[in-house]
């Protein structure tokens, strides 16, 4: 009844001219588009915001920061194709890199052209030890973004490179097809040291998955106002008799 009542206050809100209207109105409330309209509108209201709700935001977000994580990770695993520029701005040829399955070590080497599908690892010639990487630069902090005449190149490409120190100065230069793999590579490179992923796409999923679970946990609190304050612990019972002993 709660709902009936809910679907003819909505239909109202929109002062229809006729009963028919009115009628295609309550068609488009059904149970379920109310559910969702009571679930974004509770998204907003003040309780979303109280300590509690706010606290079970902090615990989730540790497990969703691990779920981001494994995915960089495994998507590493799979590998990305990237392309050499020259000095004279030219598309060379291609090299393939990507992480092995213990984490441990990346697998990278030229090809001549452009695969489809993953690349094995047995066919691709060098390898560079997780534990020897000492810093992944970005931008303009990289060794080939740093070469005569490369800072005039369009900011696309800038925002694009990324590069992994190792040893004392050798570096392996990365030029990202796209934004998207840019964050991808940068984001599992900085878990795989122990950093902090801090790209615009772990944001992004850090909002949407944090939002989803929250809303999925508090489907069973509707229309349940959640106290600022645990409930007190009640007295102890007087005897222990409805204590089962299993053994």
Known sequence: MQVVKEQITRALT????????FKSRLQNLSYTEILKLR???RMNQEDFQSRPILELREKIQPEIMELIKQQRLNRLC????FRKISSRRRQDKFWYCRL??????LHYGDLEESPQGEVPH???QDKLPVADIKAVVTGKDCPHMKEKGALKQNKELLELAFSVLYESDEYL???????????????GLNALLGKEMTSEF???DMDTLLNMEMKLRLLDLENIQIPDVPPPIPKEPSNYDFVYDCN
């Open 14 to 21: 929109i002062k229809p001219n006729s009963l028919d209207q």
């Open 39 to 41: 679930q974004s509108e």
């Open 78 to 81: 799979e590998g990305t194709c």
């Open 100 to 105: 092995s399955p213990n984490h441990k070590v």
């Open 122 to 124: 047995d066919s691709l």
């Open 173 to 187: 230069n990365f030029i990202a097809p796209d934004k998207h793999e840019y964050c991808v590579w940068t984001d």
């Open 202 to 204: 772990t944001r992004s």
